[in-house]
């Protein structure tokens, strides 16, 4: 049986990419599933979905950003879960397109920030007593493979990825020795649209400049929403700890680890030579 089935499984960022696929997934292995997302509509279309599907999830808009409207939804949802197994996927997550940090504007930094890192401790946070509680279930946090080295171009958000994988690793340290298991998710390329719903922010970059990058990540990102759905939810199935997805991803995972200094300059080239110069007048 799948240890879904039953389960009270909380998605986030479920109105589309990776928290829809993984949300209709959920529901088909038996999950309860709360799909969370701040964006209605989008989570309406999921809905559509699972019941074209013939399966039935709950949708809840929250938005994760908000610590109050955090605070809310676990007030309303916790008395529901009936001492059954919680699921956390704190999978919600932005971009911002702004170019080097000089140019990166800190209230666009500190919002995608507090969507990103804080948006995942908080939840993580109103659940935990739960969690604790009841001593089972699984807590799954979406880091990237822009958590595993930094790129330049995107200090916001790799500030963010780093930030989840360490505070993931280390309740993973501090649950040891219970019956709640996590998973750090690194995710490399995947075919959803946070590259394409970036905005240029700060003046310095363009339409044209985020086309060039949405163009370019497109030709190569390989792993569809699908795809990354099914590994994440088959890494908790699992109990795995760590998830790497996509060629991408484990290329940049061996670099950075067989490399930890010099895989700076290994991949400025690469990227160089994949993106160009998106950043340049």
């Known amino acids: 049986m799948s240890y879904f089935n039953g389960a009270n499984t909380i998605i986030t960022g479920a109105g589309s990419g990776m928290g829809r696929q993984m949300a209709l997934q959920a529901a088909k292995r038996g999950a309860r599933v ?15 979905l699972a019941i074209a599907a013939g399966l039935l999830i709950e949708t809840h808009v929250v938005d994760v950003g908000s610590a109050d409207a955090i605070e809310s939804f676990a007030r309303q949802i916790t008395p529901t879960f009936n001492k059954g197994r919680l699921i956390l996927i704190n999978n919600a997550g932005v971009s911002i397109f702004t170019g080097d940090f000089e140019h990166t504007p800190l209230e666009d930094f500190e919002w995608l920030i507090n969507v990103n890192m804080w948006g995942v401790i908080r939840l993580t946070k109103a659940f935990f007593p739960y969690f604790l509680e009841h001593n089972n279930g699984h807590i799954v946090n979406l880091s990237s493979v822009f958590g595993l080295g930094g790129m330049a ?16 690793e280390t309740i993973r340290m501090e649950l040891a020795d219970t019956n709640v298991g996590t998973t750090c998710v690194h995710p490399g390329g995947v075919k959803t649209n946070i590259v394409r719903n970036q905005v240029p922010k700060g003046g310095h970059t363009t339409d044209e400049m985020l086309n060039n ?66 950043f340049k007048k």
């Open 34 to 48: 709360i799909a969370v997302d701040y964006n209605q509509q989008t989570l309406q279309e999921t809905q559509g």
């Open 153 to 168: 171009g995107n200090s916001a958000y790799c500030t963010s990825k780093f930030a989840v994988r360490g505070f993931t």
């Open 213 to 278: 990058v949405v163009k370019k990540f497109e030709q190569n990102a390989k792993t569809t929403p699908e795809s990354a759905a099914q590994q994440i939810l088959d890494a908790v199935e699992k109990k795995k700890t760590r998830l790497v997805i996509g060629r991408d991803g484990h290329m940049l995972d061996f670099v950075t680890r067989l490399f930890p200094q010099g895989y700076t300059n290994i991949v400025r080239k690469k990227a160089k030579k994949s993106f160009g110069e998106p």
